[in-house]
């Protein structure tokens, strides 16, 4: 059916993806590059709170677009069965993380975050914050925009905040 509905023969779809899964994450990955290429021209200079939730805005838009299928793209992602798509997922998600430590180095040298930040660490985090929020809010009987962005927004501000004591360690 897929094939058919490209116009192509089946040979052709799986030689771009050998499963449908892994031809569901080619597709979906295509479309956050696009989107991710958009946002980071578009950032605010300054603020790497206001750059995250701006940059993840546009992420948020694509899952809340489709959430039957972006429940399914998420399925696959959290436990592949195809090699294929998690190196590809594994791929993306290291061109993420790489994105974000820029993001925060150069948050770290105009003196918005703390001496000494680990940019990898904090790349990270968000990252788990952002699939943290994909999943809760996808997992929901009305999943949006607005309430990914709500989450996640909350989420990076408690990051920001921190939730140590004040004073001396």
Known sequence: LIAERAGVAQGTVFLVAPTKEALLVEV?????????????????KKGIEKQL?????GMFALYAEKPALSRVLLKGILFFADPSSKAHYDAHVSALSQVLEGLFQAAEARG??????DAKVAAASVVALYLTSLVTVLNG???????????????L?????GIGAKGPR
């Open 53 to 57: 939730g701006a940059f993840f805005d």
């Open 112 to 117: 918005e975050l703390a001496p000494r930040t």
């Open 28 to 44: 979906f990955d295509e479309r956050l590059r696009a989107a991710a290429k958009e946002r980071l021209a578009t950032l605010p």
């Open 141 to 155: 009987d009305e999943p949006s925009e607005a309430a990914l962005g709500k989450r996640f927004r909350a989420m």
């Open 157 to 161: 501000a408690q990051l920001f905040r």
